[in-house]
C-alpha cells in the first residue's frame, strides 16, 4: 500500500513562493507519473501538475502554467511542487498521487498540505 506524506504547506503573502514536498513509500516510485491536485474550501479536488517517471516530462493546469514547477529526485522518492507568484486563489489543500492515465489519481489520498495566501 502506498503511503504519501505531503509538506511544506503555509501561510504565504501574494507574490510569494512555497515549495511543498511529497514523500512516497510502498511502491517502486521511479516506475509511475507521479501529481499535485488540490481542494480549494467549498470547490472539487481539481489536478494541478504531473511528471513523467524520469522527470522529464512535465503537465501543466492552465491555470498555473507558468507559476508552478514540478519536480521528483527519485533516489529520495520524493516529488516537489514550487509554487511562485502565489495568488489569493491557489489556497487549497495540496495533495500528491500517483498518476495514471490523463492525469487521473491511483491512491488513496494522504493528508495533504494547507497552502493559505493571503493578498
Known amino acids: 500500500q502506498v503511503h504519501l506524506v505531503e509538506s511544506g504547506g503555509g501561510l504565504g503573502q501574494a507574490g510569494g513562493s512555497l515549495r511543498l514536498s511529497c514523500a512516497a513509500s510502498g511502491r517502486t516510485f521511479s516506475s509511475y507519473r507521479m501529481g499535485w491536485f488540490r481542494q480549494a474550501p467549498g470547490k472539487e479536488r481539481e489536478f494541478v501538475a504531473a511528471?513523467?517517471?524520469?522527470?522529464?516530462?512535465?503537465y501543466y493546469a492552465d491555470s498555473v502554467e507558468g507559476r508552478f514547477t514540478i519536480s521528483r529526485d527519485n533516489a529520495k522518492n520524493t516529488v516537489y511542487l514550487q509554487i511562485n507568484n502565489l495568488k489569493p486563489e491557489d489556497t487549497a489543500v495540496y495533495y500528491c498521487?500517483?498518476?495514471?492515465?490523463?492525469?487521473?489519481?491511483?491512491?488513496?489520498w494522504g493528508q495533504g498540505t494547507l497552502v493559505t495566501v493571503s493578498s
Open positions: 498521487n500517483t498518476v495514471v492515465g490523463r492525469y487521473s489519481a491511483l491512491d488513496a
Open positions: 511528471i513523467s517517471r524520469t522527470g522529464g516530462t512535465t
